[in-house]
Every structure is written in structure tokens, then in C-alpha cells.
């Protein structure tokens, strides 16, 4: 049955719609409500504000259930791969076998760059951090690929689409290697796209990466598991940039920048760096009184939406046992550390009160660090994993024919008008 809210303003009674979504709190639709009324709603942060309708990803932050196109992601993590989630994000659904074989040889076929596109990297100094090539280098590739930036053509947007998934574990790979002064390698075409992502990064002329199904395996998950996470701070960057009808490649750099921030994806980073830091679990009371008296927080705790445990972060735990029992770092002082302080802090009233959970950046520094990643590369893997999330959402608002460019409004509380002053009246 449709439901109105009624906001009532100096005596005069507004008729808001309030729209169900299939799942989920309901909306209360104040789009006509300055029209109408003349105020604005105020909301900085987002907090109570839908920015836009979706179809992809669902998150019950208080069940502490994720939810793509429908489908658990423990159910994704556990049975399906990287690349076939990222084919469901993209088009609605699981795909059939011959649609998969289509999409995978397409992916597969677009994973190199342009060969003057190499030559870019070496504008960077040689101690960039690799999100600094990752911003500078996925927005050049409007620079390279313009016959697929006419955002009003489905086609071109699906093929910059194709494109963007294929080619970011090549640009990361090349990140890492500038980084580390080692030569580039080329994707190969017989290798899965986490394997190919891996030779990329660790194969050198002197000795090919061997592959190892466990670790192979551990990195296509942790690409699930940063696939896409409705409307979060760089996603909601994405959909403002594209807004504007600006290109998808100059979008996702637009992303890039924003997830490299260490209250979103830059944590992951900085967890780890704080598990080092604190060392050894006898100096986790002192760490924990460092947080209570608000001189820093737990990095890899807390979130947004998440008012219970990430399932994204349980996923993590168990893959980070899985690749220290592989790589012979089982008993690794940091895990050990992560452990204590986890079972630490869900015990202790401030981290209870305020509702402080792992998030997935918790165990995902470690995990990275034992596949062999430093930690400046590891939100340059987010930002790999999370390109598909962040086109499935660009492509999702140019199919809505409501779209609009982004244009929020604000409670201005800046001086009235007042006439200039010549500088030399000025006291
Ligand atoms: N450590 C200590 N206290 C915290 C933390 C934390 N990690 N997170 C939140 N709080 C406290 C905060 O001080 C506040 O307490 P009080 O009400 O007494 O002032 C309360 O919890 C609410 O915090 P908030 O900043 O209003 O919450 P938010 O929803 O705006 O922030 C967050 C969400 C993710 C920015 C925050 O939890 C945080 O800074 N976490 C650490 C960084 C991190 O791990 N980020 C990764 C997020 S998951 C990956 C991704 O999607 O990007």
C-alpha cells in the first residue's frame, strides 16, 4: 500500500511519498520538497540519505549480511570465482556456461596496454606510492582507448567496462614492479586472472612465479571480497564524476583517489602497520588505552553500515590461516597479535557500546603481506577489485532514465553580501 510521510513547517502540512525498495529501511522521497517547501534536508555524511536506486548490492549492516545481485557473499566466496562474480555485478546474473567462456576470453583478450602506454609509468619518480600511478595511470587510459568514451553508446560503455576489469591487474602489476625496479610482465593469455595478476607481479626475467593453487585461489577471493559494497565513499565518487557524462576511465581515477583515504581503502595499509607497531601481544592493554583516550583508532575495525561483524572479514580470517599455513608462517607474531586484540576488543565495553567490529582491512594486510605484497601495494589490490564494482554502478546509472548530474546543496552560514573594500582601505 503506498505510505506518505507528513512534514509539517510553519503551520503548512508536506505530502512525502515513502518508497519500499525489495529489502531493506524504506525511503522517504523529498525530491519535489524544495519545490514545493523551500527547505533543503540536511545530511552531510550521508548518513540517512539513498543517493540513488539500486540493483546490485545489498547490505544489512545490523545482520551483518552482503548480499550481490542477490546471492551471499560467503556463497561467492566459497563456490564461485572472481570473474564470474564480476560478470553477475555487471549484467544481473549468474552467467551460463557459454556466456562465461565469452566474457572470460574477452577479458582474457583485453588485459594488455597500449605499448606507449608503458612509457607513462616512467614519468613517475621511482619511490611513487603505487596509488599515485594507479590515479595518474587509469585516467590516462582515456588518453589511449577514446573510441569507447561515448557514454550515451550501451556499446562503448560495456566495452570500457570489459576493458577497465582487464587491464587494472596489468597497470597494478606495473605499479608494483616500478616500484620495486623490476621490468614489466606481460599478461599471458593461458592464465586465470588471478594467476596472470600474480605472474605479473612476481615473475622476473631471470625466474618465472610458480603457481600455487592455494594462493592462487586466496587472491581471486580476496577480489570477491572487495568486488563492491553499494554505495560507499568511492563508489558514491564514481556515480558523482560520471554524473557529469565525464568518461569512465577519468570515473574510476576519480574513484581511485578516494579509496586510497585511510578512513576507507588506505585502511587496510594501515592496519597492518599498526599490528606491526604494537608487535607483541603484551602491549596491546597500552595500545587498546591509547584508543580509549581517542589518540588514534583500531585501523580494521569499525564501519559505517556494519553495526555487527563483516562477513567479509570472517571470509578474510579463515583465507589469512590458509595462506600463512601455506607460505610456512602459521605461527606469524602479527596474526597473533590481530587474534588477541580481535577477542580483546569485542569483549571490552567501548568497542561493545559503539558497536566496533573487525572490517575486512583487519586481516587483509596480513593475508597480502604473506602473498608476497608490501603494504603500499595492498589498496592498489582494492582498488583492482573494487574497478568492478565501480562500473557496475556507472553502467547501472547511465541504463536509469532518471538520471541527473549530481548536484547536492548546502546550509550556507557564510558572511551576508557586503561590498569590496580597495586593499589600500583595508585596517
Ligand atoms: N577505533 C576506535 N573508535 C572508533 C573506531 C575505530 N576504528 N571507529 C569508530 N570509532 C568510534 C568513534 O570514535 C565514535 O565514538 P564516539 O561516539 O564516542 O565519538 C563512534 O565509534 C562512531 O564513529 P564514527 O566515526 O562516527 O563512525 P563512522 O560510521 O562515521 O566511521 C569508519 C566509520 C569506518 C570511518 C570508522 O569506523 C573508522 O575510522 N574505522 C577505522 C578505519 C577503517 O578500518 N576503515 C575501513 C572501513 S572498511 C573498508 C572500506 O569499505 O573502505
Known amino acids: 500500500m503506498a505510505q506518505n510521510a507528513t512534514l509539517t513547517l510553519n503551520g503548512k502540512s508536506y505530502d512525502l511519498p515513502v518508497i519500499k525498495g525489495s529489502t531493506g529501511p524504506d525511503v522517504v522521497d523529498v525530491r519535489k520538497l524544495y519545490g514545493d517547501s523551500d527547505v533543503f534536508t540536511f545530511d552531510p555524511g550521508f548518513t540517512s540519505t539513498a543517493s540513488c536506486e539500486s540493483k546490485i548490492t545489498y547490505i544489512d549492516g545490523d545482520a551483518g549480511v552482503l548480499l550481490h545481485r542477490g546471492y551471499p557473499i560467503e556463497q561467492l566466496a566459497e563456490h564461485s ?91 597494478a602489476a606495473r605499479a608494483f614492479k616500478y616500484s620495486v625496479g623490476q621490468p614489466f610482465v606481460s599478461p599471458r593469455n593461458s592464465m586465470t586472472y588471478a594467476e596472470n595478476f600474480l605472474h605479473m607481479s612476481f615473475s622476473v626475467p631471470a625466474e618465472d ?69 604494537i608487535g607483541t601481544v603484551d602491549r596491546i592493554p597500552e595500545f587498546i588505552q591509547g584508543v580509549k583516550d581517542r589518540k588514534y583508532r583500531l585501523m580494521g575495525f569499525g564501519h559505517r553500515v556494519y553495526k555487527n561483524y563483516d562477513p567479509r572479514a570472517a571470509v578474510m580470517q579463515k583465507t589469512c590461516h590458509e595462506v600463512l599455513a601455506e607460505v610456512g608462517h602459521g605461527d606469524d607474531p602479527t596474526l597473533k597479535v590481530a587474534m588477541e586484540l580481535e577477542k580483546i576488543a569485542l569483549n571490552d565495553p567501548y568497542f561493545v557500546e559503539r558497536k566496533l567490529y573487525p572490517n575486512v582491512d583487519f586481516y587483509s594486510g596480513i593475508t597480502l603481506r604473506a602473498l608476497g605484497f608490501p603494504t603500499t601495494m595492498f589498496t592498489a589490490l582494492f582498488a583492482l577489485a573494487r574497478t568492478v564494482g565501480w562500473i557496475s554502478q556507472w553502467k547501472e546509472m547511465f541504463e536509469d532514465p532518471q538520471r541527473k548530474i549530481g548536484r547536492p546543496r548546502q546550509l550556507y552560514t557564510g558572511p551576508l553580501r557586503r561590498d569590496y573594500a580597495p586593499l589600500e582601505t583595508r585596517g
Open 81 to 171: 570465482t572472481f570473474l564470474e562474480v564480476c560478470y553477475l555485478l555487471l549484467n544481473g546474473e549468474l552467467p551460463k556456461a557459454s556466456e562465461f567462456a565469452d566474457f572470460e576470453k574477452t577479458i582474457t583478450y583485453h588485459t594488455m596496454l597500449h605499448a606507449q602506454f608503458d612509457r607513462f609509468f616512467s614519468g613517475f619518480r621511482s619511490d611513487a606510492h603505487p596509488m599515485a600511478i594507479m590515479t595518474g595511470a587509469v585516467g590516462a587510459l582515456s588518453a589511449f582507448y577514446h573510441d569507447s568514451i561515448n557514454v550515451d553508446d550501451p556499446e562503448q560503455r560495456r566495452i570500457s567496462a570489459h576493458r577497465l576489469i582487464a587491464k587494472m591487474p596489468t597497470i
Open 209 to 277: 612465479w610458480v603457481s600455487n593453487p592455494v594462493l592462487t585461489r586466496a587472491m581471486d577471493r580476496i577480489f570477491i571480497l572487495h568486488a563492491d559494497h553499494e554505495q560507499n565513499a568511492s563508489t558514491s565518487t564514481v556515480r558523482l564524476a560520471g554524473s557529469s557524462g565525464a568518461n569512465p576511465f577519468a570515473c574510476i581515477a576519480a574513484g581511485i583517489a578516494c579509496l586510497w583515504g585511510p578512513s576507507h581503502g588506505g585502511a587496510n595499509e594501515e592496519a597492518l602497520n599498526m599490528l606491526m607497531e
